[in-house]
Every structure is written in structure tokens, then in C-alpha cells.
């Protein structure tokens, strides 16, 4: 199995558990700390855009107001800090 398979496989599987409400508190807590903390997800305006289906402008836009992180190298921007600042109607769309 390749690295890219077990990935999707864990993610998959966490997905699954946290939908149907069967992680325990600690279970989430663990995994929150693991996302927020411990993973540097990166990605350009072009890609964040595209995950969240909106326009590079209105997502442009919503960083400028609210993120207050600077971006990696002007060009990436921690996936996790505009995560937390996403309108709700951004994440309905997924």
C-alpha cells in the first residue's frame, strides 16, 4: 500500500468516526492537537479557492480582513489559519 492510500484510508476512517459521533472527547482533542499543531498544511490562493469553491478575490478578501498570519514565502498560506476564518456558507458548500 502506498504512502498517498493510507493517508486517504486514516482520513477516510476519522472522517467516518467523527460523522457518526463515535470518537471519544479524548479522540478529538488528539486529533484537533494533531491538525492545529503538529501538520503545516500549505497551499496557494489558487488551490484554497478551488477546496472551498469561491473566487480567488473573495477569498483574497476574507484573508485580508481576518487572517492574521503572513503567508510562507508570499505565496503559501497555512491552510488551518484561513480554516478558522472561513464564513459558514463557505463550508455548507462542501
Given at each position: 500500500?502506498?504512502?498517498k492510500?493510507?493517508?486517504?484510508?486514516v482520513l477516510?476512517?476519522?472522517?467516518?468516526?467523527?460523522?457518526?459521533?463515535?470518537?471519544?472527547?479524548?479522540?478529538?482533542?488528539?486529533?484537533?492537537?494533531?491538525l492545529?499543531?503538529?501538520?503545516?498544511?500549505?497551499?496557494?490562493?489558487?488551490?484554497?479557492?478551488?477546496?472551498?469553491?469561491?473566487?480567488?478575490v473573495?477569498l483574497?478578501?476574507?484573508?485580508?480582513?481576518?487572517?492574521?498570519?503572513?503567508p510562507?514565502?508570499?505565496?503559501?498560506?497555512?491552510?488551518?489559519?484561513?480554516?478558522?476564518?472561513?464564513?459558514?456558507?463557505w463550508?455548507?458548500?462542501?
Amino acid at each position: 500500500m502506498e504512502s498517498k492510500d493510507i493517508i486517504n484510508s486514516v482520513l477516510d476512517f476519522l472522517k467516518f468516526k467523527v460523522n457518526n459521533d463515535t470518537c471519544t472527547p479524548e479522540e478529538l482533542r488528539n486529533i484537533s492537537d494533531i491538525l492545529t499543531k503538529e501538520l503545516d498544511s500549505i497551499g496557494t490562493i489558487e488551490e484554497i479557492a478551488k477546496f472551498f469553491d469561491v473566487s480567488e478575490v473573495n477569498l483574497r478578501a476574507m484573508i485580508s480582513r481576518k487572517v492574521s498570519s503572513k503567508p510562507k514565502r508570499r505565496v503559501y498560506y497555512k491552510f488551518i489559519d484561513i480554516l478558522k476564518n472561513v464564513p459558514d456558507s463557505w463550508l455548507k458548500k462542501r
